[in-house]
């Protein structure tokens, strides 16, 4: 072997184990597409890796060689049909050969047909909704709330003492392992993108729309993603944290949420059962059992634009704190909440909020946060708009 | 030795206009160029700036120095003013200089429109800059202004919308000047398969920006009307449909990156047979790719779109599409190289700017290979791989051919040498912060580290801020720039007429520094 030859495989070989390295390369991921994908990204990457090596090196070579100062003469040649055909032509059947393994990949990505867990997924202003189409069970996901202090402009908690800063959350998705999983992803405001590298699937949320793909994960773990469809202020704070369980504990898993969904739900009235909720949102409340269940609504649902003190964002989000929408009159503070303000980052929270959660959150906006009104909004008022 | 000197004598009333207002009033294409480039260089600094803030903030994890939402403006904004304020003036810039004397045409078709065109873009960009300053900040959804994101801003979008329009008035008129000068005022005799490539990519590029431009404007426009009146275009609650905007914004995106970079082919393609001392290989093959790169730019623009759901069939001929492209920008690499190939090279700065272009912009053709592996991209698309690829071949792309161009053409212009050792220490300096800026970005993005975010967990700490570090030495290195051209208008070693010893072309024939009026008599050699 010539030296050069021999260089340019050690650059190969260098640059292939320096690939296989997790923390500057693309995931293996744990399911068929996500194997496939990665074994479509490292052979176009060792092809590009060939192509560099002929083309800088002929191209260095050159410039060697072919330097006035080494008493090169010009030569005079500029045109070649041939040669111009076969750099044309080589190119074109690396290309073809690249092409068929992608397109078959591409259909594999496609095809959800068959699959045996369906869940829907719908992007908010920042933060995931999952609902299980089979089971019922539904439920928000937002960003851990420790990790949510420490992110905010000069919070001067360090960071690095969170393991998986900015990419963890308060209810991760519990998915089966060995079973085909179907997504749906929509979006309530603007558009998202739902991406999970080990599962090899990103999809954009729209509102309006609804978009599918699928996976089938082969091993119980934890895998992490990101929205990655800019989506606003917060766009870089709402990860996504699936968790793959065995079948059985997936299955056990699934009983226990759906009884515990039926026991919120007789508990505080939400939808099934009406008839407790019915009484529950005629009831007088008092004002402490409103602004203590408010508070934790407005944590979920407001803090991450109107801020968790009530500040806001100057030039962006308004703030809550002496606000005279929410200090002033019922009517005008509970229709920004119920139906949102158009053109802006403010969404109708009609859909999203039972009566007494939504009751709860403008009491406790009216009475907390440096406010001091002194007043309660009953979720009978809520009722009566719906 | 040149017609245009002695023309030149002649007409000695025809000087330069006096004070100020000779810049205002101008319709000189010499002068309306180098307004076009000094406007681009400041922009560069401006642009630049915003690059910085949003490097500094990503130094390390965690928010130390800006909200969110003010880095979602800089990002925006960033990519705007280099899109439309740095690298489009600076292509004008150069083609307002050199097409008129490459072509042997006493001026632009055009002069007086072509003063407007330049005077309007101060404007747009004092309007599009104002808005960081405007209730509600600027822009902050993205240079792709998706709906429903960009509509989600305050009311100084409509500011935005009004200076995008007048980017593109100014663009088309600008383009439209280009192709009546390429088509009216050549050399008597010179025919299209003549030209200098400079001419020839510039042609095809202003052929480009008049289709697109309007497309751009018309989405714009229903944006516009989205917020302000009502309407429902990509409102899907109101029967319209996001994903349209995508699609009309990409029939103009995906052009418009070949708007900014086939203007370099043309450069490079000049540059490189002169310190080769050697004609460019393949002229007509040359321009044949530039043409056939020009006409697949409009079939491949949903390659930007693979994760919004598409249909198969849609995705199977936005790959394919994507996948033919590589092979005309693969054949200009190759005509480069064999143009190099048994030469007699010598390595002033531009040329080395030049191979620095040929190198790293293949670095960014071969992601963008990659990119265009649709099961591939589903994984890096809006990631930081994406980021490298695009800053690959714009900044060692796009800008390293207008500083090639600067250096290559600054004695015509100046009619002195610049400082040779300084244009080299810029050379080298940029070239070795460029790459520990973009390089890393490859890592991060494959390893996931979603574009567009202002924070990000610790797994990508270390390459984050080995990138910041290149981006403030890169940054700071672009004032050696700026010291080369200050030195070189102030004085310097004379230039000769020829300037470089294998220089080959009509602009070479006049004067240095090319008289105020060239070629009033069209030169003799073609007719
Ligand atoms: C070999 C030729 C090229 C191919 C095959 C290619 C392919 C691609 C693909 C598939 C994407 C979309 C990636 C994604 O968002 O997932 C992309 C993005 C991009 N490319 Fe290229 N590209 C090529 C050359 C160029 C050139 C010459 C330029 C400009 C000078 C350019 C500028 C860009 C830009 C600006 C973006 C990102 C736009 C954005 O999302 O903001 N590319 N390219
Ligand atoms: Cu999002
Ligand atoms: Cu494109």
Redesign the interface.
């Known amino acids: 072997m010539s030296l050069t030859s021999r260089l340019s495989l050690l650059a190969v070989l260098s640059l292939g184990s320096f690939a296989a390295r997790?923390?500057?390369?693309?995931?293996v991921g744990v399911t068929p597409?996500s194997r496939?994908?990665y074994g479509?990204?490292m052979l176009?990457?060792y092809?590009?890796c060939v192509?560099?090596v002929a083309?800088?090196g002929?191209?260095f070579y050159?410039?060697f060689k072919?330097?006035?100062?080494k008493g090169?003469?010009?030569?005079?040649?500029?045109?070649?049909t041939l040669?111009?055909i076969v750099?044309?032509a080589v190119?074109?059947f690396i290309?073809i050969a690249?092409?068929i393994p992608?397109?078959k990949?591409?259909?594999a990505?496609?095809d959800t047909s068959d699959a045996e867990v369906t869940v829907k997924i719908t992007g908010y202003q920042w933060k995931w909704h999952y609902e299980y189409l089979d089971s019922g069970i539904e439920f928000y996901s937002n960003l851990n709330a420790e990790h949510n202090a420490?992110?905010?402009?000069?919070?001067g908690?360090?960071?690095?003492q969170f393991d998986?800063?900015?990419?963890d959350v308060d209810n991760p998705l519990v998915l089966p392992v060995g079973k085909k999983v179907r997504f749906l992803?929509t979006s309530a405001?603007?558009?998202h993108?739902w991406?999970v590298?080990d599962l090899?699937v990103?999809?954009?949320a729209?509102?309006?729309?609804i978009?599918?793909n699928w996976a089938l994960i082969e091993e119980p773990g934890t895998y992490r993603?990101?929205?990655?469809?800019?989506?606003?202020?917060?766009?870089?704070?709402m990860p996504v944290v699936v968790k793959a369980l065995p079948a059985e504990e997936y299955d056990a898993w699934v009983a226990e949420n759906t009884q515990a969904e039926e026991a919120m739900i007789a508990d505080s009235g939400d939808g099934a059962s009406a008839a407790v909720a019915a009484v529950d949102d005629d009831r007088e409340w008092a004002m402490d059992e409103l602004v203590a269940i408010g508070e934790g609504v407005y944590a979920q649902q407001c803090a991450s634009c109107h801020q968790a003190d009530g500040a806001g964002?100057e030039?962006?989000f308004p703030a809550i704190t002496g606000s005279a929408i929410a200090t002033g009159d019922h009517a005008a503070h509970i229709d920004i909440v119920y139906s949102g303000k158009a053109?802006?980052?403010m969404a109708a929270f009609a859909d999203r909020l039972s009566n007494s959660d939504m009751a709860a959150v403008l009491t406790y906006q009216r009475n907390a946060l440096g406010n001091a009104v002194g007043d309660t909004i009953q979720p009978s008022a809520i009722k009566a708009l719906r | 030795m040149s017609t245009a000197a002695a023309g030149h004598h002649d007409h000695d009333d025809h000087g330069p206009a006096k004070g100020w207002t000779r810049w205002l009033w101008t319709t000189n294409h010499k002068d309306i160029g180098t307004l076009y480039l000094l406007f681009s260089l400041v922009m560069f600094f401006i642009g630049g700036g915003m690059a910085l803030i949003i490097r500094a903030e990503l130094f390390q994890p965690g928010l130390q120095l800006v909200d969110p939402l003010f880095f979602n403006s800089m990002t925006t904004m960033h990519a705007l003013v280099m899109i439309f304020g740095v690298v489009m003036p600076a292509f004008v810039g150069l083609a307002n200089w050199m097409i008129p004397m490459m072509i042997g045409g006493p001026d632009m078709a055009l002069p007086r429109l072509n003063n407007w065109s330049f005077w309007i873009m101060p404007f747009a960009f004092l309007l599009l800059l104002s808005t960081l300053f405007m209730e509600g900040g600027g822009p902050a959804g993205g240079w792709t202004l998706y709906a429903p994101l960009s509509l989600q801003g305050g009311d100084s979008f409509a500011f935005v919308i009004f200076s995008i329009h007048f980017m593109g008035i100014s663009s088309v008129m600008g383009s439209i000047n280009i192709v009546a000068t390429i088509f009216n005022m050549r050399a008597p005799g010179m025919t299209l398969m003549q030209m200098p490539l400079f001419v020839w990519t510039w042609l095809i590029t202003a052929y480009l920006l008049i289709a697109v431009i309007p497309v751009l404007a018309g989405a714009v426009t229903m944006l516009l009307t989205d917020r302000f009146f009502g309407t429902s275009f990509f409102n899907a609650a109101g029967g319209g449909d996001p994903v349209m905007y995508q699609h009309i914004f990409w029939f103009f995106g995906h052009p418009e990156v070949y708007i900014l970079i086939l203007p370099a082919f043309g450069i490079i393609s000049s540059i490189i047979p002169t310190f080769a001392r050697k004609p460019l290989f393949g002229y007509a093959s040359m321009v044949y790719a530039t043409a056939s790169i020009a006409f697949l730019s409009f079939i491949v623009w949903a390659h930007h779109m693979f994760t919004v759901g598409m249909p198969l069939a849609g995705e199977m001929f936005f790959m394919f599409a994507t996948m033919m492209i590589s092979v005309p920008t693969g054949v200009k690499v190759f005509n480069w190289i064999a143009t190099m190939w048994r030469g007699s090279m010598t390595f002033e700065t531009p040329m080395l700017f030049a191979i620095g272009f040929l190198v790293m912009f293949t670095i960014g053709g071969l992601s963008g290979l990659m990119l265009a592996i649709t099961p591939a991209d589903i994984q890096y698309h809006d990631t930081y791989f994406v980021v490298a690829h695009f800053h690959y071949v714009l900044v060692p792309g796009a800008i390293y051919s207008i500083m090639a161009a600067t250096y290559y053409w600054m004695p015509k212009w100046t009619g002195n040498m610049y400082d040779e050792k300084w244009g080299k220490i810029h050379f080298w300096v940029s070239t070795v912060f460029l790459n520990v800026l973009f390089f890393p970005m490859h890592f991060v993005g494959l390893a996931g580290m979603p574009r567009r975010i202002p924070d990000y967990n610790l797994q990508f700490a270390d390459w984050n801020a080995v990138a910041t570090i290149g981006a403030f030495g890169f940054g700071f290195s672009q004032l050696i720039f700026v010291y080369v051209i200050y030195k070189c208008i102030k004085g310097g070693e004379k230039a000769t007429d020829e300037v470089w010893e294998g220089a080959d072309g009509l602009e070479w024939t006049v004067p240095s520094p090319a008289p105020y009026h060239t070629f009033e008599k069209p030169p003799a050699q073609y007719s």
């Open positions: 997790a923390d500057i390369n693309m995931p597409i496939d994908v479509l990204h176009i990457f092809i590009c192509i560099g083309v800088f002929v191209m050159s410039m072919h330097r006035k100062s090169a003469v010009a030569a005079d040649f500029h045109e070649s040669v111009e750099w044309t190119p074109l290309l690249m092409a992608a397109a990949t591409l259909i990505m496609e420490a992110r905010q402009v000069g919070s908690i360090d960071v690095s998986n800063y900015l990419k992803h405001d603007v558009i993108s991406w590298p090899a990103k999809k954009d729209i509102p309006g729309f978009n599918e993603g990101k929205c990655t469809e800019l989506c606003g202020r917060d766009h870089g704070f964002i030039g962006a053109g802006s980052a």
